[in-house]
């Protein structure tokens, strides 16, 4: 059986939470007392993946110092250091190399416990070089969105489209499964993102890329304001994330302080 990685996107510098950021990288923020990583974590052990890899940059010794080498928490991970900012497609790239050819991308301020498990089983049986977990867009116009064919291939991916482009329905989740055959359309020496660079780019080339359609019944969110943050909280509090976290009582949360 091939074993599968994660890669876990953690480098920005979270300016929109400021000033909860500022002394505290966005991946070890709490929610519901756990830091947010730990959810992630949890998650991806539920469906059997302990081998991870996390990219660093804003204050990502702090979270080096929580999660050392990841044993405490059952997985292993390891560390790629930015010393600039390398985007979140070339930063993946960087992170590949540590695993086999299908890898599951995941934005570090995401919350979520759907069926990760059925989307890599999905992503396999459309024979795809990559697949985005998606979510009704609704109103909001502050993510990136996808129109799909009936087949749910992406035919278009546009990053923060007009509030009133109807053509693309379905918002990025910021999680993805991938080839590693991807990352090749990366270029090794400059910024590249996955929403403005490479997922345009893989389409525009005709490479079956595919969506997966979250559940109504699934929780998933991004906390990429405080308001956003405050529901994270609000709804993991009230047992809408259906996630067990298992923290062992030798690691204690990390300071919110310098």
Excluded at 1 to 17: E, F, N, P
Excluded at 71 to 100: C, H, I, N, P, W
Aim: hydrophobic share 45%; proline share 4%; glycine share 8%.
């Amino acid at each position: 059986m091939i074993k599968i990685g994660a890669i876990i996107l953690g480098a920005g510098k979270s300016t929109r939470l400021y000033p909860l950021t500022l002394m505290t990288p966005k991946v070890l923020l709490p929610v519901a007392g756990a830091p947010m990583i730990i959810w992630t974590i949890a998650w991806l052990k539920r469906h059997g993946i302990t081998d991870i890899a996390i990219n660093l940059h804003h204050l990502g010794e702090k979270v080096e110092e929580y999660l050392k080498d990841g044993s405490d928490f059952g997985v292993r991970v390891t560390y790629s250091r930015e010393t600039e900012l390398l985007g979140t497609a070339l930063g993946a790239k960087v992170m590949s190399q540590f695993f086999s050819d299908v890898q599951v991308v995941v934005y570090g301020d995401v919350l979520t416990d759907f069926n990760l498990t059925d989307m890599l089983m999905y992503h396999s049986r459309c024979n795809a070089v990559a697949t985005l977990a998606l979510f009704n867009k609704g109103q909001r116009d502050d993510v990136g969105a996808a129109r799909l064919r009936p087949d749910n291939r992406i035919i278009n991916f546009v990053e923060k489209p007009a509030q009133n482009d109807l053509s693309c329905r379905y918002a990025n989740g910021g999680i993805y499964v991938v080839n590693r055959s991807v990352f090749d359309h990366v270029p090794d020496n400059s910024f590249s993102d996955f929403g403005t660079d490479l997922l345009p780019r893989l389409i525009a080339q005709g490479l079956p890329v595919f969506g997966y359609k979250i559940s109504m019944l699934d929780y998933l969110l991004d906390i990429g304001t405080a308001e956003r943050y405050a529901k994270a909280n609000e709804d993991a509090l009230k047992g809408k994330v259906k996630i067990n976290i298992l923290k062992p009582a030798s690691v204690s949360a990390p300071s919110m302080g310098g």
